[in-house]
Structures are given as structure tokens and as C-alpha cells.
């Protein structure tokens, strides 16, 4: 005789579903154990807290007390003024006239009017040195024709030192000099790359001619001057 089971009586039929539910239960009944929370209603509450009206405070009432100002200052006494009689004599004050008579002899003093020795620059002088030879020529061209002259002389007496030469040396040698009162040339002073150029340089302008002195308002001045002399190898 064979068994027969009744569909309707499966124990094992939805039990993946029971399951799940089951699950689900749990998690969610240990989660919300989890969660609780208790609180001590005996701390430190709002209905704990005591506040009182500690905020008004009574603030005493003071009068201010003005000082009266101080009493003014006694009046001066009155200055007592003692007559004195004069008995001093004083004597007279003879003022005498200050006339002259036409006897007396007036002596008239001449002063001199002093002039400094002052260099005046060639460039601002009135009246330039004249280089000889420039004599005729109009006053407003005696520039032009002093510097010629002062070249000319340079290339004619210029001479290039042997030692300089031998060694290789050139440059430019800057050269001051002043022409003085009486157009004599005086202070001449050299500046340039070697002594032996210094030399020639200080030659050269030394051999220069006697000038008609430069003028500042009619007198005669120094005049002091400058020219640079190239040495250059060929």
C-alpha cells in the first residue's frame, strides 16, 4: 500500500519566506535594543533650574557734590608815588651848526675799485685770447679761428715718442693749460694713458706762441683752456 501526502500539508513549502520574515523580526527587535537610551531625570533639568531675579541690582542713588570756586584774588595795593624835587642843575646841550665856510678846503679821496683775480672760462669770456694771426679777423669768428690756429699747431710740431712706439702705446692725452694776463701760457697740466705721451703733449702746447691776453669787461683775465691730443698708431 503506497503513501499518499496531501499537498496542502507540506511543512516545507514558503519556509525560505517564514525565514526572511523571521530575520527581519530579529534584526529589527536587537536594533531598537541597541538604540535605547535612557535619560536621569533627577540632573540637571529644566525643571531643576532655580533662577531668580538676580539680574536687578539695587543701584544706590549719589548726589554730586559741586565745589565752589575759589575766591578771587585780593585787589593790588595802590602804588605809592613819592615826589622828589629836582635839584640837579642840567647842564645845556650847545648844538653848533654844521655849516662850512667857503675857507675850508674839502679833500675828495679817490677809491679804486678792486678787482679779484678771476679765471674766466673760455667759453663764456667777453673778449677770447687772440692767437697771432687772428688779429683781423671779426671779432665774432676770433672762436673759430683760435681753435684753428691751436690745431695747426699741434699737427706741426706733433711727434710721436719713439719709446711709445717700441711698446705698443696709444691713447688720448687730455691737456689744461691757462693763458695768462700777458697771453703767456702758464699751468699746464697733463692727464693721459702713459708718461712718455704726457711728455709730448706737455711739449707741444709749452711751444705754443705769446697771445693778446682775453678781457672781461675791458680788463685783462687768465683764461684757462683745454684740448685733447689723439696718439694713435698707424
Excluded at 122 to 148: L, M, N, T, W
Excluded at 181 to 188: A, E, F, M
Excluded at 195 to 222: F, W
Amino acid at each position: 500500500m503506497q503513501i499518499k501526502k496531501n499537498p496542502k500539508a507540506d511543512l516545507s513549502k514558503n519556509s525560505n519566506l517564514y525565514f526572511a520574515i523571521g530575520l527581519a523580526v530579529i534584526l529589527f527587535i536587537s536594533w531598537r535594543a541597541i538604540e535605547w537610551k535612557t535619560y536621569d531625570k533627577s540632573g540637571y533639568g529644566y525643571e531643576a533650574l532655580n533662577i531668580d531675579d538676580d539680574d536687578d541690582e539695587d543701584v544706590p542713588i549719589t548726589e554730586q557734590i559741586k565745589t565752589p570756586p575759589p575766591p578771587p584774588p585780593p585787589p593790588p595795593a595802590p602804588e605809592i608815588i613819592e615826589v622828589v624835587e629836582d635839584e640837579e642843575e642840567i647842564e645845556e646841550t650847545i648844538i653848533e651848526s654844521t655849516e662850512t665856510d667857503q675857507e675850508e678846503i674839502v679833500e675828495i679821496v679817490e677809491v679804486e675799485e678792486e678787482f679779484e683775480d678771476v679765471d674766466v672760462p673760455f667759453a663764456v669770456i667777453e673778449d677770447v685770447p687772440i692767437y697771432p694771426g687772428c688779429e683781423r679777423v671779426a671779432k665774432s669768428k676770433r672762436r673759430d679761428c683760435f681753435q684753428e690756429q691751436i690745431n695747426k699747431h699741434i699737427r706741426k710740431n706733433f711727434r710721436y715718442p719713439e719709446i711709445a712706439q717700441e711698446m705698443g702705446i696709444q691713447g688720448r692725452v687730455y691737456v689744461n693749460f691757462v693763458i695768462d694776463k700777458d697771453g703767456s701760457i702758464t699751468s699746464i697740466r697733463m692727464r693721459g694713458p702713459d708718461k712718455n705721451l704726457e711728455k709730448e703733449a706737455q711739449r707741444i702746447i709749452a711751444k705754443l706762441p705769446r697771445m693778446t691776453p682775453g678781457k672781461q669787461r675791458g680788463r685783462a683775465v687768465r683764461v684757462p683752456f683745454s684740448i685733447p691730443i689723439t696718439f694713435r698708431l698707424q
